[in-house]
């Protein structure tokens, strides 16, 4: 059988050329993609959960599809410095003295709450999650291959990338992002370090460590760190090869991060180092920027435990990324307490829905075009990955189901395909989650009441000499393995 | 207040004198602990799950006395050679190549895994997990420093550490192992690449790669790979200093990656890096050997789900922990089905008992002399983290809380002390976890079968024209949250 892509070719918005484009990988059936993953020095903040969420939406897409898929996103643990200019010290170095601890107990922390964050909404790990401390030698290498070609140079024991000396020679600095080189110096601020370079867009590949740089390594030019925008570079091009298929991030990074990094790989290899660039856009929260100096912001463990004075409630992780999906990754999405509490009400009906569908029974004839509807998810998956279309998809689906007493009918064929397609486009590919994280408290609850219920209709049999539904209750509790311990305060249970 | 270690100072025996000795660390009140990792190329086998298990036992008492722990456990990802000879390839690649995947690959799938199990364990994250590649220059400048003391010499590409000559200068290489000098050289095996050493006993530093070799690194004598024992000399090192407190791995570890491991320490710093050797002792299951080839094997996470030949049914991971805790972290430990069941009632049974003590009165007076009881748990615990004669303490207190309306008395104040100390020791420090993993489906189990009951009470009492009783439960169920529906197979109920 041909795999799906070949029936639902996909099509991708590239960053790179502003167009949407057909996808062809380099090697047929494989993919290969790099995501920039969190800097470790901090909670992770709800905008790279979404960035994150979506790739991992198109990562279990593109799976879907029948590609084999190598998704590596790093882990920055070094070398992210305090401002685009690319001085100052090391962000991870400077948390760690002000909390006298090793950097690298930072990193774990944060790393650790990082995987509880995305394990709850309910992302795959990638395939491969490089560190940048993991990667210094080949960052090393990359620095000197670029040396090489004459388009860095040493200053102070720093190295910096030429960027005049490279678009005179046929590179095209400014490609992605779309800013012309004037604009580039213009932009740049009168910073500590700045002397050192050439020219103010001169951006750095190795720096010198001060002597208080705790995060530090040997290397030809000094004892120091990698530039911030190095590491990508050099672990997508360990990973994926030179030339690989799409590089993925946060809107936020298009300038100067990726600009970077598409410099330093054409610089080493002339060739550009992924195809597809796709971009996820940013979120606000009740319609204005998140910054946390004006109480405007929310972690997403607040989200779930509804610990905010923003929020009414928590939200599961189910429904958070529901809410996620429901907005196309290219769009700025807002958060509010009312967008969740109705994203909760769709995500629930949504749930109850596919729950329903495992009572429906078969007719003889489908009264529906199942067929015609399956393509038309898929058709919106592949048109650039448009999960608020395929959700509005499922929901036409939920009316048939709710309304499934009366007016739609399928045969027993189609209602095992309808059920795996729901199923797969609910749980595969949105990542939606059956039952909240939670449902073990809500069952508990249940069970609680019900049992006192229990307990009360006990002791009102007994009180009316009713021996026979006193015999029944006792009998049926102890086959369900329930105690009831009668006390001073009244009758208590136990499992 | 003191630290809770000025009043029961812990004595540790220290594998490297053989002797049970006070435990005096390095700076007063802080504690460096290195534990050597898993080599994430396969499951955990639970064997390292029972080490870490312990040594997160021993984290746990640690801070509990009041030190302030840094813990580090590394990820060997890289470097781990076929056989003891240190010849062969790395087993990561190896693995690689046969999936025909990315070692890193192979890295990330099993560390997830790895990180899984010992979450279900209820294990904390080390404060830091460093892995091998991470740590790349920091073990070519130890291998640097060890040359230049002239204890180690290059050969064709590779470098070996020179136990003769290292011994004949003053080092003790065999003090941890007790072995001689001759016993070393005559057991070691005849195998590729030993014709590259002086002696048989040396091992190796720096391995040069052969060109099928995918895990490579340059360095000043080969493009290759540091050796096995290396990393953990050079991580341990740069977290917790040139000296530090505790070291600890399996048995099976002793000779030759500890031994190694001082030898390397010394040479390089002339102090001894750890000065507390620990070491936990072998599982046994069934009384045998694990083996994969007689089947005589169990992997954690068959022993959580019973999906095993060996065993009967699942065992939660609490009730696992609990296990392993009945043994002394020295002792062998042999798992069986038998003993597992065992296991679990004794779990059980301590785990209500201290759900009943939350149902106590308190008295006026206390008959038992609480103050002593706790001394002698904190004794047991600070007498080498002695688990077994802990749990028997327990046993002796859930002795008194099941006996509790007729035979002892506590005091409001003793009440509330009581209560800390059992929830401290079962759950702080033996690391208990109050509820099962799957709690939650217990609840659920539980409500299907009391609303099963619920809804029989229904229908006999609209049968009975009790229309009292029915309108009782139609109110207490809405009130609930909970919805009966009336369909022609019955009535169902959801939340």
Aim: aromatic letters at 10%; proline letters at 4%; one cysteine or more.
């Amino acid at each position: 059988m041909d795999p799906l892509y070949t029936s639902y070719p996909l099509s991708i918005d590239n960053s790179l050329t502003g167009e949407k484009e057909a996808f062809v990988p380099v090697h047929e059936g494989n993919v290969g993609m790099y995501v920039c993953g969190p800097t470790v020095y901090s909670d992770v903040h709800l905008g790279n959960a979404r960035t994150f969420t979506s790739f991992d939406m198109i990562f279990r897409y593109l799976k879907h599809l029948g590609y084999k898929v190598r998704y590596v996103r790093n882990i920055t643990d070094a070398g992210h410095l305090e401002n685009d200019a690319d001085t100052g010290e090391d962000k991870i170095a400077k948390k760690a003295r002000l909390e006298q601890i090793e950097p690298m107990e930072i990193v774990q922390r944060y790393t650790v709450d990082f995987h509880k964050v995305m394990d709850a909404l309910n992302a795959f790990p990638p395939s491969i999650e490089p560190t940048a401390t993991g990667h210094i030698s080949e960052q090393i290498e990359m620095v000197q291959s670029i040396l090489d070609k004459g388009w860095a140079y040493e200053s102070n024991g720093s190295v910096y990338f030429d960027v005049t000396a490279y678009n005179a020679n046929g590179g095209a600095y400014g490609i992605l992002s779309g800013r012309k080189m004037d604009e580039l110096q213009a932009g740049t601020r009168a910073l500590d370090g700045q002397e050192e370079k050439r020219n103010p867009s001169d951006f750095a590949l190795w720096k010198k460590a001060s002597p208080s740089h705790i995060m530090r390594w040997p290397s030809p030019w000094s004892v120091g760190f990698p530039g911030w925008h190095l590491e990508c570079s050099a672990m997508s091009t360990k990973y994926l090869g030179e030339t690989f298929d799409i590089h993925g991030g946060g809107m936020d990074l298009k300038f100067p991060h990726h600009e970077c990094e598409i410099a330093q790989n054409n610089a080493c290899s002339e060739q550009k180092g992924a195809r597809y660039w796709m971009h996820t856009n940013m979120l606000t929260l009740n319609g204005k920027r998140m910054s946390k100096s004006t109480g405007n912001t929310i972690l997403p463990r607040e989200l779930f435990s509804g610990d905010s004075p923003l929020l009414d409630k928590g939200f599961s992780p189910s429904v958070v990324r529901f809410f996620m999906m429901q907005a196309h990754y290219s769009s700025v999405l807002d958060f509010s307490n009312d967008a969740l509490l109705a994203a909760e009400k769709g995500h629930d009906r949504l749930l109850s829905a596919l729950e329903k569908l495992d009572t429906l029974d078969a007719s003889k004839e489908s009264t529906i075009g199942l067929e015609a509807w399956i393509d038309k998810c898929y058709q919106a998956m592949s048109d650039n990955f448009n999960t608020p279309i395929l959700i509005a998809h499922l929901f036409e689906a939920i009316k048939w189901i709710s309304s499934a007493e009366s007016a739609i009918a399928l045969s027993s064929a189609d209602l095992s395909i309808f059920k795996a397609a729901l199923h797969s486009f609910a749980f595969d590919l949105l990542g939606l989650r059956k039952k909240s994280l939670d449902a073990g408290d809500a069952h508990k609850d249940a069970l609680d009441k019900a049992m006192s219920l229990v307990i009360e209709l006990r002791a009102q049999a007994r009180l009316n000499k009713d021996w026979g539904t006193a015999d029944l209750i006792r009998d049926q509790l102890q086959e369900a393995g329930i105690k009831l311990k009668d006390g001073a305060e009244g009758t208590n249970y136990s499992l």
